[in-house]
Protein backbone atom coordinates (compact mmCIF):
# COMPACT_ATOMS: atom_id res chain seq x y z
CA UNK A 1 0.00 0.00 0.00
CA UNK A 2 1.14 3.26 -0.86
CA UNK A 3 1.42 6.35 1.74
CA UNK A 4 0.36 10.12 1.29
CA UNK A 5 1.56 12.55 3.89
CA UNK A 6 -1.16 15.07 4.08
CA UNK A 7 -0.63 18.64 5.89
CA UNK A 8 -3.47 21.41 7.16
CA UNK A 9 -6.46 18.43 6.96
CA UNK A 10 -9.06 19.88 9.48
CA UNK A 11 -10.80 21.24 6.68
CA UNK A 12 -10.85 22.91 3.16
CA UNK A 13 -8.72 21.23 0.40
CA UNK A 14 -6.64 19.13 2.96
CA UNK A 15 -9.74 17.46 4.58
CA UNK A 16 -11.02 16.70 0.69
CA UNK A 17 -7.28 15.45 -0.24
CA UNK A 18 -7.64 13.01 2.54
CA UNK A 19 -10.79 11.65 0.94
CA UNK A 20 -9.89 11.39 -2.32
CA UNK A 21 -6.19 9.75 -1.50
CA UNK A 22 -8.34 7.25 0.70
CA UNK A 23 -10.73 6.37 -2.26
CA UNK A 24 -7.64 5.77 -4.03
CA UNK A 25 -6.59 3.11 -2.12
CA UNK A 26 -3.85 5.16 0.13
CA UNK A 27 -2.46 4.63 3.52
CA UNK A 28 -3.12 8.22 4.56
CA UNK A 29 -1.24 10.27 6.94
CA UNK A 30 -3.43 13.51 7.78
CA UNK A 31 -1.52 15.96 9.93
CA UNK A 32 -3.09 18.90 11.81
CA UNK A 33 -2.44 20.85 15.07
CA UNK A 34 -6.42 20.30 15.65
CA UNK A 35 -6.80 16.87 16.39
CA UNK A 36 -6.25 16.20 20.00
CA UNK A 37 -4.01 12.12 19.36
CA UNK A 38 -2.99 9.79 17.45
CA UNK A 39 -5.66 7.99 15.79
CA UNK A 40 -6.92 5.64 13.12
CA UNK A 41 -9.54 5.52 10.93
CA UNK A 42 -9.32 2.90 8.33
CA UNK A 43 -6.73 3.71 6.35
CA UNK A 44 -6.26 7.00 7.17
CA UNK A 45 -4.15 8.17 10.42
CA UNK A 46 -4.91 11.17 11.95
CA UNK A 47 -1.63 12.81 13.54
CA UNK A 48 -1.64 15.94 15.78
CA UNK A 49 0.83 18.26 14.31
CA UNK A 50 2.43 21.60 13.85
CA UNK A 51 4.60 22.48 11.40
CA UNK A 52 5.54 25.58 13.64
CA UNK A 53 7.31 23.21 16.31
CA UNK A 54 10.38 21.10 15.97
CA UNK A 55 9.39 18.57 18.92
CA UNK A 56 6.58 18.05 16.62
CA UNK A 57 8.37 17.15 13.36
CA UNK A 58 11.15 14.72 15.35
CA UNK A 59 8.05 12.95 16.23
CA UNK A 60 6.59 12.24 13.54
CA UNK A 61 10.14 11.28 12.19
CA UNK A 62 9.88 8.74 14.72
CA UNK A 63 6.66 8.03 14.34
CA UNK A 64 7.25 7.13 10.46
CA UNK A 65 10.27 5.03 11.58
CA UNK A 66 8.74 2.94 14.44
CA UNK A 67 5.86 2.44 11.66
CA UNK A 68 8.28 1.39 9.08
CA UNK A 69 6.61 3.87 6.88
CA UNK A 70 8.13 5.42 3.69
CA UNK A 71 6.20 8.26 1.73
CA UNK A 72 5.83 7.84 -2.16
CA UNK A 73 3.80 11.45 -1.93
CA UNK A 74 3.78 14.50 0.19
CA UNK A 75 1.57 17.16 -0.22
CA UNK A 76 2.70 20.42 1.91
CA UNK A 77 -0.92 22.23 1.91
CA UNK A 78 -0.88 23.67 5.56
CA UNK A 79 -1.46 27.69 5.50
CA UNK A 80 -1.76 30.87 7.46
CA UNK A 81 -3.37 33.56 6.11
CA UNK A 82 -3.77 37.35 7.33
CA UNK A 83 -5.68 40.44 5.48
CA UNK A 84 -4.82 43.56 6.72
CA UNK A 85 -3.41 46.51 4.97
CA UNK A 86 0.51 46.51 4.32
CA UNK A 87 1.58 49.37 7.31
CA UNK A 88 -0.74 47.55 10.23
CA UNK A 89 1.11 43.99 10.01
CA UNK A 90 2.87 43.48 12.79
CA UNK A 91 6.23 41.35 13.34
CA UNK A 92 4.58 38.72 15.39
CA UNK A 93 2.13 39.07 12.58
CA UNK A 94 4.29 38.46 9.89
CA UNK A 95 6.39 35.77 11.27
CA UNK A 96 3.67 33.82 12.06
CA UNK A 97 2.52 33.53 8.30
CA UNK A 98 6.43 32.66 7.36
CA UNK A 99 6.24 30.32 10.08
CA UNK A 100 3.95 28.15 8.41
CA UNK A 101 3.82 28.81 4.94
CA UNK A 102 7.86 29.12 4.34
CA UNK A 103 9.80 28.30 7.70
CA UNK A 104 7.29 25.03 8.58
CA UNK A 105 7.48 24.30 4.74
CA UNK A 106 11.42 24.09 4.18
CA UNK A 107 11.95 22.29 7.43
CA UNK A 108 9.52 19.75 7.17
CA UNK A 109 10.91 18.66 3.88
CA UNK A 110 14.29 18.41 5.73
CA UNK A 111 13.07 15.90 7.88
CA UNK A 112 11.04 14.18 5.42
CA UNK A 113 13.78 13.29 3.14
CA UNK A 114 14.89 10.04 4.88
CA UNK A 115 11.67 8.84 5.04
CA UNK A 116 10.84 9.38 1.28
CA UNK A 117 10.44 6.60 -1.22
CA UNK A 118 13.15 6.80 -4.48
CA UNK A 119 10.34 8.18 -6.36
CA UNK A 120 8.37 10.12 -4.46
CA UNK A 121 6.60 12.95 -5.01
CA UNK A 122 6.58 16.40 -3.10
CA UNK A 123 3.73 19.11 -3.92
CA UNK A 124 3.85 22.08 -2.37
CA UNK A 125 0.51 24.44 -2.35
CA UNK A 126 1.45 27.89 -3.35
CA UNK A 127 -1.19 30.92 -4.69
CA UNK A 128 -1.55 32.76 -7.73
CA UNK A 129 -0.65 35.12 -5.74
CA UNK A 130 2.63 34.39 -5.30
CA UNK A 131 3.32 33.86 -8.89
CA UNK A 132 5.14 37.38 -10.50
CA UNK A 133 2.63 39.10 -12.87
CA UNK A 134 -0.14 37.39 -11.58
CA UNK A 135 -3.04 39.11 -9.98
CA UNK A 136 -2.65 40.64 -6.58
CA UNK A 137 -4.77 41.31 -3.44
CA UNK A 138 -4.72 44.67 -0.73
CA UNK A 139 -3.87 43.27 2.19
CA UNK A 140 -2.40 40.17 1.84
CA UNK A 141 1.25 40.93 1.89
CA UNK A 142 2.15 38.87 4.20
CA UNK A 143 0.66 35.58 2.95
CA UNK A 144 1.27 36.93 -0.97
CA UNK A 145 5.29 37.18 -0.33
CA UNK A 146 5.04 33.86 1.86
CA UNK A 147 3.59 31.91 -1.57
CA UNK A 148 5.93 32.95 -4.00
CA UNK A 149 9.44 31.98 -1.30
CA UNK A 150 7.71 28.36 -1.93
CA UNK A 151 7.84 28.57 -5.50
CA UNK A 152 11.42 29.45 -5.45
CA UNK A 153 12.12 26.61 -2.79
CA UNK A 154 10.47 24.30 -5.31
CA UNK A 155 12.79 24.88 -7.65
CA UNK A 156 15.84 24.72 -5.69
CA UNK A 157 14.83 21.58 -4.44
CA UNK A 158 14.32 19.88 -7.80
CA UNK A 159 17.92 21.31 -8.71
CA UNK A 160 19.89 20.04 -5.54
CA UNK A 161 17.98 16.58 -5.67
CA UNK A 162 18.12 16.62 -9.38
CA UNK A 163 20.50 13.14 -9.30
CA UNK A 164 17.22 11.49 -7.41
CA UNK A 165 14.45 10.57 -9.00
CA UNK A 166 12.54 12.56 -6.89
CA UNK A 167 10.25 14.98 -8.21
CA UNK A 168 9.24 18.77 -6.43
CA UNK A 169 6.47 20.71 -7.93
CA UNK A 170 4.31 23.71 -7.11
CA UNK A 171 1.11 24.31 -7.67
CA UNK A 172 -0.05 27.87 -7.23
CA UNK A 173 -4.00 27.88 -7.00
CA UNK A 174 -6.76 30.71 -7.92
CA UNK A 175 -9.39 31.50 -5.82
CA UNK A 176 -10.95 28.18 -4.01
CA UNK A 177 -14.07 28.16 -1.90
CA UNK A 178 -12.62 27.48 1.39
CA UNK A 179 -13.10 28.85 5.36
CA UNK A 180 -9.81 30.37 5.02
CA UNK A 181 -10.88 32.44 2.05
CA UNK A 182 -14.51 33.29 3.22
CA UNK A 183 -12.70 34.79 6.58
CA UNK A 184 -10.60 36.90 4.44
CA UNK A 185 -12.99 37.83 2.06
CA UNK A 186 -16.50 37.21 3.11
CA UNK A 187 -18.05 38.72 0.14
CA UNK A 188 -16.19 37.18 -2.26
CA UNK A 189 -17.57 33.43 -3.81
CA UNK A 190 -14.62 31.39 -6.06
CA UNK A 191 -15.22 29.49 -8.69
CA UNK A 192 -13.98 26.41 -7.57
CA UNK A 193 -15.01 23.85 -4.88
CA UNK A 194 -12.44 22.45 -1.93
CA UNK A 195 -13.30 18.92 -2.96
CA UNK A 196 -12.87 19.99 -7.07
CA UNK A 197 -9.47 20.99 -6.53
CA UNK A 198 -8.22 18.31 -4.16
CA UNK A 199 -9.21 16.02 -6.73
CA UNK A 200 -7.07 18.13 -9.60
CA UNK A 201 -4.24 18.04 -6.68
CA UNK A 202 -4.59 13.99 -5.75
CA UNK A 203 -4.83 13.51 -9.84
CA UNK A 204 -1.72 15.87 -10.47
CA UNK A 205 0.35 13.99 -7.61
CA UNK A 206 -0.29 10.58 -8.94
CA UNK A 207 -0.46 11.23 -12.44
CA UNK A 208 1.27 13.83 -14.22
CA UNK A 209 4.58 14.24 -11.82
CA UNK A 210 6.27 12.38 -14.24
CA UNK A 211 5.81 15.22 -16.74
CA UNK A 212 7.15 18.31 -14.08
CA UNK A 213 9.83 18.75 -11.86
CA UNK A 214 11.03 22.13 -10.28
CA UNK A 215 8.04 23.58 -11.85
CA UNK A 216 5.44 26.06 -11.02
CA UNK A 217 1.95 25.30 -12.52
CA UNK A 218 -0.46 27.79 -12.23
CA UNK A 219 -3.79 26.34 -11.23
CA UNK A 220 -6.82 29.61 -12.48
CA UNK A 221 -8.74 30.41 -15.40
CA UNK A 222 -8.26 33.54 -14.52
CA UNK A 223 -6.22 36.24 -15.89
CA UNK A 224 -3.58 37.43 -15.59
Known amino acids: MKTV ?10 AELVKAFEKEGFRVLALSR ?10 ITYIP ?5 EA ?22 AGKLIHAPFETISME ?7 VNVLGVFRLIQYLLPMLQPKAHIVTISSMGGVQGAMKFAGLSAYTSSKA ?11 EYKDTQWHFNCLALGAVQTEMLSEAFPDYKAPVTAKEMAQYIKDFALHQYSYFNGKLLQVASTTP
Request: aromatic content about 6%; hydrophobic content about 40%.
Open 34 to 43: SYPQIHKEGT
Open 5 to 14: LITGTTRGIG
Open 56 to 77: DLQQLVTYLQQEQLRLDVVVSN
Open 49 to 53: FDITC
Open 93 to 99: DLQAVYQ
Open 149 to 159: ALIALTELLAE
